[in-house]
């Protein structure tokens, strides 16, 4: 890595920070250094964190979110509206929707989306778990928030017709979310439009 003269240990805490997503050499640098003149306290809490939020991370039993207890909060909040739930790919693009302050209902997290490229199938996603939710539960629609991506919109078609045959009011949000962008990126005004705007399927 060439990062050999400030000695392994250092070299090291730099490798290891620039596997991060968006992290640079000279930002992985930056933030070692940073690091490293941290009171010891400091120091430690960091690494604490990193391996606690590990070691606790879960799946929520019911919506697949990463959560760290068997129910994540939202589907442990009975004010929210338990007759939506707005199927999306990753946990992030929760965080997202949420962070509009506009969705009031619940989520299904199908932890990626059909990609024959890299051989992901609908066996590979949470669908089946869905399919239990709704059976189990009175669902009154279903917004299928995948990305607008070719890999997104080949799971949004492919879920309308596995919950057709339900009679489940299906709904799909609007264009205007940029092609295979990521959802934590777009701004809270395009989403909220994108939910407001949403088509309904069937
Ligand atoms: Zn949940």
């Known amino acids: 890595m060439g990062m050999d003269y400030f000695g392994t240990h250092i ?34 809490n960091l690494a604490t964190s990193i391996i606690e939020a590990k070691r606790n991370t879960k799946y929520c039993e019911k919506c697949c979110a990463i959560t760290d207890a068997k129910y994540c909060p939202i589907c442990q909040n009975e004010k929210r509206d338990q007759g939506t739930i707005m199927v999306v790919e990753e946990s992030r693009d929760m965080a997202a929707y949420e962070r509009t302050k506009q969705y009031r209902g619940l989520y299904h997290v199908l932890q990626g989306a059909i990609s024959p490229m890299l051989g992901i199938g609908p066996k590979d996603l949470k669908m089946r778990e869905l399919l239990l939710r709704l059976e189990a539960e009175d669902v009154k629609e279903i917004i299928l928030a995948t990305n607008s991506s070719v890999e997104g ?22 264009n205007g979310v940029p092609v295979g962008g990521d959802l934590e990126y777009v701004d809270e005004i395009t989403l909220s439009r994108a939910l407001e705007g949403r088509i309904i399927l069937s």
Do not use: D, H, M, W
């Open 11 to 44: 070299g090291k805490l730099i490798e290891e920070l620039s596997r991060l997503p968006g992290i640079g050499p000279k930002t992985a640098q930056r933030l070692a250094f940073y690091i490293i003149n941290l009171p010891e306290s400091a120091t430690t």
């Open 153 to 174: 919109e080949a799971t949004a078609v492919y879920l309308s017709k596995l919950i057709k045959p339900l009679g489940i009011k299906v709904s799909r949000i609007a």
